[in-house]
């Protein structure tokens, strides 16, 4: 989607190491639908002057460019009002500010003010940015075909999930060393959890970034409350026992929501798998006397 130059500009860095990008989709009022974009880009001469905001901008501070997704057409449909742009990071007019989350991390949100960009860097056709940022959205929801060597993932979001796999493995060892596991509600609380997350793990595509962020929302309670005290120690504190399963706690909220909330990930796979058409969100019908 991009012209020659600016891909002869960015792609060196990207394979060396040396450059990073980062998502400018989500806006302070948008929520999960990337489509209400109210970030502006106006059209002036051979630039554009973009104005406007966004959150949960992950990377920002470290990052050389971000794909960043406007409103070039406020009166058209929603999808056919979008343009997408690679806006170099350190242009005037761009001032990013940090954000701690409740997990501890840093994420960002990034005003544009006036900020002038080159044509060069717009992706794809005017009000085409839909069809630009369709495919990074697929892949990061999970609706994806197999990969070009014939294999796919075995479920979005594993990483997180192997390390829910290692919290519940550590309560269970806790458990055992101090004889807890004795009790049959500690057993079956943790019998349960190992098998949900055995689930959630085989679950592929979309129905694995669903089944494990409900997995991680469900269990994390239950490690916290069989573990102990230890548990509610911060990661890497001197004399917690666990060592996990308090920061799967405090980040399991999280996964259900960034990317796209667990209710649009079913909503989806209702209209697009099992065929179920969009959500009627509408009031039910006066019953005729």
Not at 20 to 37: F, H, I, K, Q, W
Not at 60 to 86: E, G, R, V, W
Request: aromatic share 8%; hydrophobic share 40%.
């Amino acid at each position: 989607f991009s012209a020659p130059e600016v891909r002869d500009e960015v792609l060196r860095g990207v394979f060396d190491g040396t450059v990073r990008m980062c998502l400018g989709y989500t806006e302070p009022e948008g929520g999960s639908d990337v489509a209400t974009c109210k970030t502006r880009a106006v059209r002036d001469g051979d630039q554009w002057v973009i104005n406007g905001s966004k959150m949960f901008t992950t990377g920002a501070h470290n990052c050389q460019y971000t794909f960043l997704i406007t409103n070039t057409d406020p009166d058209a449909p929603k999808h056919k009002s979008l343009t997408m742009f690679l806006v170099p990071l350190d242009t005037p007019g761009v001032e990013i500010q940090g954000i701690r989350t409740v997990d501890g991390d840093r994420t960002n949100i990034v005003y544009y003010s006036d900020v002038r960009v080159d044509d060069k860097y717009r992706m794809g056709e005017i009000n085409g940015g839909w069809t630009v940022v369709r495919e990074p959205l697929d892949a990061e929801h999970g609706a994806v075909a197999a990969a070009d060597d014939g294999l796919d993932d075995v479920a979005i979001m594993s990483h997180q999930a192997m390390f829910m796999a290692e919290a519940a493995d550590n309560v269970a060892a806790l458990a055992a060393r101090t004889g807890s596991i004795e009790d049959g509600s500690v057993a079956y609380r943790l019998g349960r959890a190992h098998a949900r997350l055995e689930v959630a793990l085989s679950s592929p595509s979309i129905f694995g970034r669903v089944a494990i962020a409900q997995t991680m929302r469900d269990i994390s309670p239950d490690l916290m409350d069989i573990a102990g005290s230890v548990a509610a120690l911060p990661i890497g504190t001197d004399g917690g026992a666990d060592d996990r399963s308090e920061y799967v706690y405090r980040f399991a909220p999280l996964v259900g929501i960034y990317g796209g909330t667990l209710e649009v990930f079913r909503n989806m796979i209702a209209q697009h798998v099992l065929g179920m058409g969009k959500p009627n969100y509408s009031p039910p019908g006066k019953k005729v006397s």
